[in-house]
């Protein structure tokens, strides 16, 4: 198993500029998570999916698209990057139980965007 | 909200000696996870121990150990036997519901001293 991959590890936009993270995980996991990480922020949820076709907002989801196709893939979409997105970003998996709670989360290796 | 604090945001510890990280967190939820991840300089978040509310006892993973007190609503981690290896910064984060989602104190950073 890979686990979960995100490509690319880095990338540098301009303001205004659109681009897709790619997040995806060969676990057969059904919870699928956006988060992104800034100095003395922790991390903090953008979007989540329970399944296939099912997306729901995070804490900070203005900016960011999802779409969740398929289970293996969560693509995160910045459609006209801004400065303030400048953040590294976690995709993060694990299975979701009978009891509807999610077992331990599993973590990509993130994504640092530079927005200029 | 489910809120999570971190309140040092800095720790030193000597190499093999105990350190202890201090978390708390704020929630009307009877049932949940909590969960201390680790994430050192390669950026990689790497689950150290998980702990269910509904257990008493305290989870424990070799050298890494919890104290739970529900009803104080704190979440300590224990390190002994600090290694060089062990220098992170630790995040510890909350879960609870169904279609949950984590909720990540701000972090702290733990530095060894050889």
């Known amino acids: 198993n890979a686990g979960v991959t995100q490509t690319p590890k880095f990338q540098v936009l301009k303001t205004g500029q659109s681009m897709t993270l790619q997040c995806a995980q060969d676990?057969?996991?059904?919870?699928m998570s956006w988060y992104r990480q800034d100095p003395g922020m922790g991390l903090r949820l953008i979007h989540y999916?329970?399944?296939?076709?099912?997306?729901d907002q995070g804490e900070v989801p203005n900016g960011y698209n999802v779409s969740r196709s398929t289970t293996e893939d969560f693509p995160l979409r910045l459609l006209s990057a801004a400065p303030s997105q400048t953040s590294v970003y976690f995709c993060?998996?694990?299975?979701?139980?009978?009891?509807?709670?999610?077992?331990?989360?599993?973590f990509g290796p993130g994504t640092r965007l530079t927005v200029l | 909200a489910q809120t999570v604090t971190q309140s040092q945001p800095e720790m030193s510890v000597q190499e093999a000696e105990t350190v202890t990280l201090s978390c708390t967190y704020d929630?009307?939820?009877?049932?949940?996870?909590l969960f201390w991840y680790k994430q050192p300089p390669s950026r990689q978040m790497i689950l150290v121990i998980r702990?269910?509310?509904?257990?008493?006892q305290n989870a424990t993973e070799n050298r890494f150990s919890v104290n739970f007190q529900k009803a104080a609503k704190s979440f300590s981690l224990k390190i002994s036997d600090s290694q060089l290896g062990d220098a992170a910064m630790y995040f510890c984060?909350?879960?609870?519901?169904?279609?949950?989602?984590?909720?990540f104190g701000k972090g702290i950073t733990l530095s060894v001293r050889p």
């Open positions: 993060a998996s694990s299975y979701t139980g009978l009891a509807g709670s999610t077992d331990t989360q599993y």
């Open positions: 702990q269910e509310a509904y257990k008493q």
């Open positions: 984060a909350y879960e609870a519901g169904a279609n949950s989602k984590l909720t």
């Open positions: 676990m057969n996991h059904e919870y």
């Open positions: 929630t009307s939820e009877s049932d949940y996870y």
């Open positions: 999916s329970v399944g296939a076709g099912i997306t």
